[in-house]
């Protein structure tokens, strides 16, 4: 058998979602050497449709790394959302709230297309279709990446390894077993979900907590509509044609006056299970987890890829201070300081969420009589609506986070 070939790095990043690839751009703009390694072809990782609202900070990030142009000429910004409920729009005005900040619609997919051009540009290391990834040697000083592309056996020796592969990847499951700590939560509820080529019928999103139960109006540009509501997930999508879809988001996205819903042909659809999983610590040895691989959140607070920038964003400070100078102290606290925006970030979507939703068990309608209260309270206090602003559009800092 022949010997795999070899070759060194100071950075492996396994996975080209949106942690790794924002994580390979701010190492390369230190002049850090990196190599990322991809499962997917290029064309599936361009087209995956995720995530589509990018906080304040993601957006100044992107443009701050250079790759900002097509965003800030087809993003939609935004300066607030509606809460919708009893059929009457509550309007919370993020600029007002917070100083002006905003978010900005663009998908993950075009963020993703963006970094992958500017690597490419850079004409540095992006292997897509690679197979067999498998992590050795993780608490020694040269930790190890063995993996199959393009027929051939390779290994990559790294200072260090980022695990940026998702919720499934291979990198946290190669940690010892015990030396991480699991938090889960599944919630008794799913979204239904579907991208329609139809002009939005909002200039904002739309949060509307109904008596069938909760809906979302959102975009992904001006000839799409991306449109959500919340259902069991035991839910089969054959049970649900077109015109049931159109129908059920009518229902809950009503409104006592004139405003309509627009339809149009319906090119995707998909159930997303509702669940919060945390992960932790984040690193062991020389891996670093960041993003999905880690962490899950609802994604009733659109919070999943902003949260894998954050943790990237971290993580590259950290091994420029260690590169530049052998400074390892931001390296070594990596877990502590992302956690705390982790776990404010999942405090904020499970509040969203629970104060949205519909509960299957709330047979007496307490939850129901809880949750109406708190938009009422949302939507009439400038405090609450503060609270709910600052966290949507982003927390520059959590705690005693720098």
Not at 153 to 181: K, M, N, S, Y
Not at 257 to 274: A, C, F, N, R, Y
Not at 294 to 308: Q, S, Y
Request: net charge negative; with cysteine.
């Amino acid at each position: 058998m022949a010997e795999p070939s070899s070759r060194r790095t100071q950075v492996g990043i396994v996975g080209a979602g949106p942690a790794g690839l924002v994580l390979g751009r701010l190492l390369d703009l230190q002049g850090i050497d990196s190599v990322i390694l991809e499962a997917r072809s290029r064309e599936y990782v361009e087209k995956r449709v995720r995530a589509g609202v990018l906080e304040q900070g993601t957006v100044d990030l992107m443009q701050e790394m250079g790759v900002g142009d097509r965003m800030l000429a087809e993003g939609l910004v935004h300066h607030g959302i509606h809460l919708r409920f009893d059929r009457r729009d509550h309007h919370i005005a993020f600029d007002e709230l917070t100083d002006g900040r905003g978010i900005t619609i663009y998908g993950q997919q075009e963020v993703v297309k963006d970094l992958i051009a500017a690597r490419l540009e850079a004409d540095a290391p992006l292997h897509f279709e690679v197979e067999e990834v498998s992590l050795a040697d993780l608490d020694s000083e040269q930790p190890l990446i063995r993996y199959r592309h393009e027929g051939e056996q390779r290994e990559l020796r790294c200072d260090v390894i980022a695990g940026c592969d998702g919720f499934h990847g291979v990198c946290r499951e190669t940690v010892p077993e015990g030396a991480l700590r699991f938090h889960v939560r599944d919630y008794p509820f799913a979204w239904f979900g579907v991208l329609a080529e139809a002009p939005p019928s909002t200039e904002e999103l739309i949060y509307c907590s109904s008596e069938r139960g909760f809906a979302l109006h959102s975009m992904r540009s001006p000839q799409l509509s991306r449109l959500y509501f919340q259902c069991d997930p035991d839910e089969k999508l054959e049970d649900w044609p077109d015109e049931r879809i159109w129908e059920e988001l009518h229902t809950r996205l009503e409104r006592e006056d004139d405003w309509s819903l627009t339809e149009g042909p319906l090119v995707e659809k998909g159930i997303t299970p509702m669940r919060a999983f945390v992960a932790e610590p984040m690193q062991y040895g020389r891996l670093y987890l960041a993003g999905d691989a880690v962490h899950i959140v609802p994604p009733t607070g659109a919070k999943g890829l902003n949260l894998a920038v954050s943790d990237v964003r971290v993580l590259a400070e950290a091994l420029g201070r260690w590169f530049e100078g052998g400074d390892d102290s931001l390296l070594e606290s990596y877990s502590d300081v992302c956690l705390r925006r982790v776990w404010r970030t999942q405090h904020f979507s499970w509040w969203m969420t629970w104060m949205l939703h519909r509960f299957p068990d709330d047979e007496d309608g307490f939850q129901a009589k809880l949750s109406r209260a708190q938009l009422e309270y949302v939507c009439s206090s400038k405090a609450a609506a503060t609270t709910l602003a600052e966290n949507y559009v982003g927390l520059s800092q959590v705690g005693s986070e720098a």
